[in-house]
């Protein structure tokens, strides 16, 4: 009997492994494991041997019986895997077809850019930024920051006056040849907020004011009506032309690379005394003047050097139009513009100021 | 102001070369723009000539054969000028000699004869105008001597960029007081220190009488008259230097003036003392309309704040400006009226901007000349009349003179100097320095300097700040330690409206935004091309007084004409996407209120600014966000991305924690069926919409989106970083679909309302994710369907509590005319 039961399983087996399908598989179970299997039958029969019998046949059987339930299960599995793997060749596509992007980001203009990375380096330094308005009284432009009416320094600025008429009722403001604290303009440059701001902040004061300023320039390559800048201003005790010069070496070499270098040479704005211009070292010839081919730097013109901003120590007379804590005899400090389109120019090397303003998409998608 | 480095260093010569020179003054003193270069590359090759013999050419009428002396030995020489003739000296260039323009001078065969050189005229070596003849020299020199050692034929050119500040170095002497001053090296006696020797008896008073009506204009006029003039061209070496210094020379008489003022600053003027009726000379203002003609032959009209210097018989000149054609000095004058006056700058200045006429002498006066020049100027001009027209200078001098300001005393505190420079400065270096540079200097104390400023820089250094820059700059700017402020108490930081602002930015770049800058000055058509209405108040535009042109006169009330125009310019390149934004004020006519930051336009001082200038982001969306691939483009119905741009705005909301509400609404550009107004809080913050195709098609666009918000409502709303923890996965939610249909005139959102309002507080969100309309709704009705997710935050719901919610909610939407698909 067990001799039966050992031929039995090895036909199965046999059997199922060569089962090519499914319903090849089922109609095996049927007929090896049964109700009416030979196999159920022994088992069924077992009670009906002899007792010393009955110990082994029933061991074989179910041995049987399990092994041949997990052959099947194993080949079950294995025709389904095939049976997956030939429905997945009928659903192939043709990969080499363009994907399909996500939204592409789209870009900050290249002057904001600049404009914040020159606001981090001085909030690094311990700065607050402030914003004024564009729109301003000559009193805040220009007589404050110590242009006397019909003073030739305001020539340097040549500017858009308001029309009168078309500024809200009880504005003060009346045009005057030459012009003068009663007339309104569009601000020739962020420095009519130093004023402003130390109006309304006692000393120490660090600040610096990013904004839109308007000079009465026709459109060229180098000049435009309305251009960006980055005002400075720090007021304290004992704050000096020394601190002028290495807060504006920190924040050419952040602006501009570590191995920049900076000089101070002597120059002329109404509201600061002393005055100064800030050049830094050619990034182009690394202050040599001259490229590596031994060419005439055109970037710095063979000096070595570019300038990229005003500065000085605050001028008294400024200091007595705002008043207060601020007495002009004690009170010192310093002040500083920059143009936020020259720093941009100078690090990309973009040689039209008209791009910026021209918003051709080929230009903005090259800064992100 | 252009300083020719020959004359230059006649005065200070510090023994550097005209580059290192120049580098020195624009590190100490004041900016060389560039070094440029006058006459001939290189003085090889140019030599005095003496012609020995001049023969008609056998070949040509108007050319002559010279034989001509030169270092060696006697050559042949064609020349075509009438002028030369056996006997004279002249200026040769040999063969191989470079001429100014750069060419190198070759032998060349002239009708038939050899000639190895040329005999030069002034203008040849850009020396003078005069090119009828050569030029013969008055000179011993041996033939063969070096030209240049006779003739000023090279020279460099400091081009000097000043500042309004330094008038004292548009004068040659007061740029070589300043190169003594950095180099230490000796200064020449000042060229006015001699004064000429006047002749003969009689007076200026006799011949010549000044009355000025207007002092406070005219401090100081003075008069001095030659008699007996000469008149003819000025001696080379000086019209060399007026040509290098960039002025052309005319005649004796008129290039002294110029060359006086070349070297003092001081601006002349010399009239035809016979044309000046009886002598007599009245300032005064002009009245309103006067008319005269000036120098340049223009008839000029003056207002009542011109002033003017009058004879007898009218107008004479623009004070400090430009003299007249009337009495100008002409080829017949023989005696001169020398006028050196002294005006009010900020008047000189007035006038000449308002009649458009800028003269050297106006560029000078402008800047406020100290009255002491007056006779520097007539001393120095006395002496070369004399010589230069062997004039006799007649005794005297007109002088009216208000009273000459008392030179400024200003004591220079020790301390003070080392605070404001952030270094020690020894006081012998600042005594030193200051006494080069012409001021008195007395020790007072320990370490403090009395100083007395000189005339020439007494309306720039009047205070002690202004000496201590002297100070400073002369010890070296570039020399100064770097330090920073000692301030540690000091804290940096941005403002909550610069963070919202940069966060807003940042995110509609991420959705796929380029930023753009536009003008903020626009034209006055655009009101009308974005068809706003009479009353609509974007028509009330600030506007500038002066444009640059008419289309940028006023200042913009909106953001979108800048993105217009930027969506046309990239359409119009093929650019593949055009979605723009744009960040930036309006400026409207209103005043500025006392609430808010700057992005509502209220900004720190006592004065509140003249308008109101508002933050505004504005966004431009042509077809869609995702470019089109070969699976499709924009979703259905949306070709002008109207439902994009919708979605970009609700995710920048949705990024700032802000609630931004939609209703439809109108604007005069916008699709009247497609626009609609936003939201934040109540407060009303700006508009979207599909562009009115008439718009459309006014900047050439297809179908385009478009947006504009105020900021500042959004900053107020912002709730970054005040988020409060919820517990959502103790008792989970309940997640149900609803179907809707209502009436084809529902808005969407009226819908969804209805459904919120129905569900109460256990209905924590409901929101859209379909649309149907067809069959099985019927004509004139569409269908939404809804998820809603239910939520208590304490409990789980049972299906009764949903179920009571459900039957409100159908309540609800049966008052909109909705009922529920079930």
């Known amino acids: 009997m067990v001799d039966r039961i050992e031929s039995l399983r090895a036909e199965a087996s046999a059997a199922i492994s060569a089962a090519p399908d499914r319903a090849a598989l089922e109609e095996l179970r049927v007929r090896f494991l049964g109700r009416r299997s030979e196999l159920t039958g022994i088992l069924r029969g077992i009670s009906e041997l002899e007792p010393s019998e009955r110990g082994p046949v029933g061991a074989a059987a179910n041995a049987a019986r399990t092994a041949l339930e997990d052959e099947l299960a194993a080949r079950r599995e294995a025709l389904d895997a095939a049976e997956i793997e030939r429905a997945l060749e009928g659903e192939a596509i043709d990969v080499t077809l363009p994907g399909t992007p996500p939204v592409a980001p789209g870009h900050l203009h290249v002057l904001t850019r600049t404009r914040r990375e020159i606001e981090d380096v001085f909030v690094g330094l311990g700065y607050r930024v402030l914003e004024g308005p564009e729109i301003e009284h000559d009193f805040y432009n220009f007589t404050a920051l110590n242009h006397p009416p019909g003073h030739p320094a305001r020539m340097l600025q040549d500017s858009f006056y308001i029309d009168s008429t078309t500024l809200p009722a009880g504005v003060l403001n009346e045009r005057g040849l030459p012009p003068g604290p009663q007339d309104v303009l569009l601000r020739t440059h962020t420095s009519p907020m130093q004023v402003r701001a130390m109006e309304a902040q006692e000393p120490p004061i660090f600040i610096v004011v990013p904004g839109t300023v308007y000079r009465r320039d026709t459109i060229d390559a180098t000049h435009l009506p309305m251009f960006n800048q980055v005002e400075g201003l720090a007021v304290g005790e004992g704050i000096s032309l020394t601190d002028l010069a290495g807060t504006l070496d920190h924040a050419a070499k952040a602006l501009f ?68 804590e601020y007495d002009p005899e004690t009170t010192q400090g310093f002040a500083f513009g920059m143009g936020i389109e020259r720093i941009a120019m100078l690090k990309h090397g973009i040689p039209d100021l008209r791009l910026f303003f021209e918003n051709d998409v080929r230009f903005l998608e090259q800064f992100s | 102001m252009r300083v020719p480095f020959g004359w230059l260093t006649e005065y200070c010569d510090p023994g550097l070369a005209p580059e290192e020179l120049a580098e020195l003054l624009s590190m100490r003193a004041v900016e060389v723009e560039r070094v440029s270069r006058v006459g001939v590359p290189s003085t090889d090759g140019f030599e005095v000539g003496r012609v020995v013999s001049a023969e008609q050419h056998p070949n040509a009428d108007r050319l002559r054969v010279c034989e001509v002396e030169t270092s060696e030995g006697t050559r042949t020489i064609v020349c075509g000028a009438p002028n030369v003739a056996a006997g004279q000296a002249v200026a040769v260039a040999l063969p191989g000699a470079r001429m100014p323009d750069g060419q190198k001078l070759k032998r060349a065969k002239l009708r038939g004869v050899e000639s190895n050189g040329m005999i030069l005229s002034e203008r040849e070596l850009e020396l003078g105008d005069d090119h009828a003849g050569i030029m013969v020299l008055d000179t011993d020199a041996a033939p063969g001597t070096p030209l240049a050692d006779v003739l000023p034929i090279t020279d460099s050119v400091l081009e000097l960029d000043l500042n309004p500040n330094r008038v004292d170095c548009m004068g040659v002497y007061g740029v070589a007081r300043e190169v003594h001053a950095i180099t230490g090296a000796p200064l020449a006696p000042a060229p006015w220190e001699l004064d000429a020797e006047p002749e003969g008896g009689g007076s200026v008073q006799d011949l010549a009488s000044v009355t000025v009506e207007v002092p406070e204009l005219c401090p100081r006029f003075t008069a001095r008259a ?294 903020a000055f626009v034209d006055a058509g655009l009101a009308d091309r974005l068809r706003l209405l009479g009353d609509d108040e974007r028509r009330v535009a600030v506007a500038t007084h002066n444009p640059i042109s008419e289309e940028h006169a006023r200042m913009r009330t909106t953001l979108l004409g800048g993105l217009l125009d930027a969506a046309r310019h990239n359409l119009a390149r093929d650019v593949a996407r055009v979605a723009l934004f744009e960040s930036g004020p309006v400026y409207l006519r209103e005043s500025a209120g006392d609430e808010g930051g700057p992005l509502t336009g209220r900004f720190a001082g006592r004065m509140p600014p003249p308008a109101r200038e508002r933050h505004r982001l504005a966004g431009l969306l042509v077809g869609g966000l995702a470019p089109p691939t070969w699976r499709g483009s924009a979703p259905a119905g949306d070709a002008a991305g109207f439902y994009s741009l919708k979605g970009a705005l609700e995710t920048l909301a949705a990024q700032l924690g802000v609630a931004l509400a939609l209703s439809p609404g109108a604007e005069p550009f916008l699709h009247p069926g497609r626009a609609a107004s936003l939201a934040i809080d109540g407060r009303g913050a700006g508009w979207i919409g599909e562009l009115h195709p008439l718009v459309s098609r006014e900047w050439d666009l297809p179908g385009a989106s478009a947006f504009e918000l105020d900021l500042a409502p959004l900053s107020d709303a912002f709730g970054g970083g005040e988020e409060r923890y919820r517990d959502l996965t103790s008792h989970p939610s309940v997640l149900q ?48 369907a809804l998820r809603l997710e239910f939520r208590a935050a304490d409990r789980t719901l049972t299906d009764a509590e949903v179920g009571e919610a459900r039957e409100r909610i159908r309540r609800e939407l049966a008052e909109i005319g909705g009922s529920l698909r079930e």
């Open chain 1, 257 to 324: 690379g570590p191995e920049r270098r900076t000089r101070l040479k002597p120059d002329y704005f109404p509201f600061t005394e002393p005055s100064v211009q800030v050049d830094v070292s050619c990034f182009a010839c690394d202050g040599s003047g001259r490229l590596a081919n031994g060419e005439r730097d055109p970037l710095c013109k063979g000096t070595g050097w570019i300038e990229i901003l005003g500065a000085g120590m605050v001028d008294p007379n400024v200091f007595g139009f705002v008043g207060g």
């Open chain 2, 226 to 519: 030659f008699t007996e003039i000469t008149l003819g061209p000025s001696p080379t070496w000086l019209r060399a230097r007026l040509l290098a210094a960039g002025m052309r020379p005319i005649f004796n008489a008129v290039d002294i003036t110029n060359y006086v003022m070349l070297i003092t600053a001081q601006p002349l003027h010399a009239f035809d003392l016979d044309r000046v009726p009886g002598g007599e000379l009245i300032i005064r203002t002009a009245r309103e309309g006067e008319t005269m003609t000036t120098l340049d032959g223009i008839e000029r009209t003056l207002d009542a704040e011109t002033v003017l210097v009058c004879d007898r018989d009218g107008p004479a000149g623009i004070a400090g400006i430009m003299g007249g054609q009337r009495s100008e000095v002409s080829d017949a004058t023989t005696s001169v009226l020398l006028e050196v006056a002294n005006w009010d700058g900020v008047n000189v200045l007035r006038t000449s901007s308002l009649l458009g006429l800028r003269s050297d002498a106006s560029s000078r006066n402008e800047k406020q000349l100290h009255p002491e020049l007056t006779i520097r100027a007539q001393r120095l001009a006395s002496r070369l009349f004399a010589e230069l027209c062997g004039a006799t200078v007649v005794p005297g001098t007109v002088d009216a003179a208000a009273e000459i300001p008392a030179p400024h005393r200003i004591s220079l505190h020790g301390a003070r100097l080392d605070s404001l420079l952030g270094v020690p400065i020894e006081r012998a270096e600042a005594s030193a320095g200051l006494g080069r540079l012409g001021f008195e200097v007395a020790e007072a104390g320990e370490r403090d300097l009395e100083v007395t400023v000189p005339v020439e820089r007494h309306y720039d250094v009047t205070r002690e700040v202004d000496v201590i820059e002297e100070v400073g700059r002369l010890h070296g700017l570039d020399r100064l330690p770097r330090t920073l402020p000692a301030h540690p108490d000091r804290v940096g930081g941005l403002s909550r409206e610069q963070l919202v602002r940069r966060r807003v930015e940042d995110v509609i770049r991420d959705l796929g935004f380029d930023q753009i800058v536009s003008w």
């Open chain 2, 737 to 784: 679909d609803l179907a809707v249909t209502v009436g084809e005139e529902v808005p969407a959102e009226r819908v969804r309302e209805a459904v919120a309002h129905g569900g109460g507080e256990l209905l924590v969100d409901a929101r859209i994710f379909d649309v149907y309309r067809g069959e099985q709704v019927g004509p004139g009705r569409k269908s939404l």
